[in-house]
């Protein structure tokens, strides 16, 4: 595990922009001063430093903070960008509680789905890994209504809605 000592003699961070730079080489073909890492398949930055490869955002808070939580979230969800103003501690939960939509979803609702035995929207939401809100709807926007309330109610600064 890298320390906030060694990850500063490495690397620089601009914490308006959110970019990560190399104050040194770390390889011969890497020179100090470009931009440190590359960008996944799922849009995070990722950087490499002694065969081990981190994802930015835990770096970043690694940097400023000199610990790495649990989970560093994105609070505006876009995984590339790691301002220190988008990036907060968090839990599992939390971290899944600010995730988007599926993309598989059958109703276009976050945490409603039609419940076919009872032929009725359900509106569920979950709260550090249990059920904390179920209730049925005729109508879906009922359902979109009463989850979203649900949601803000059990997951606070890390509801989201869409």
């Not at 080489?25 to 440190?36: D, F, I, K, L, Y």
């Not at 799922?42 to 065969?51: A, D, F, H």
């Not at 808070?61 to 995984?79: A, F, Q, S």
Request: with cysteine.
């Amino acid at each position: 595990m890298i320390t906030q000592t060694r990850l500063r003699e490495l690397l620089d961070y601009c914490p308006k922009t959110g970019v990560m730079w190399w104050r040194v080489s770390p390889r011969q073909n890497v020179a100090a001063g470009t931009v440190a890492g590359w960008r996944n398949a799922k849009g995070y930055w990722c950087i490499e430093i002694g065969r081990k490869q981190y994802k930015r955002h835990r770096l970043v808070w690694l940097y400023v903070y000199g610990y790495m939580p649990e989970y560093v979230d994105h609070d505006n969800r876009t995984p590339g960008d790691d301002r220190l103003a988008n990036l907060r501690p968090a839990t599992r939960g939390q971290n899944c509680s600010n995730a988007a939509l599926r993309k598989d979803s059958t109703s276009g609702v976050k945490g409603v789905s039609w419940h076919v035995r009872r032929d009725k929207w359900q509106a569920r939401v979950y709260s550090a890994g249990r059920l904390v809100f179920c209730q049925y709807f005729d109508a879906l926007a009922d359902a979109a209504q009463a989850v979203t309330v649900a949601r803000q109610t059990h997951h606070a600064a890390f509801a989201c809605h869409s």
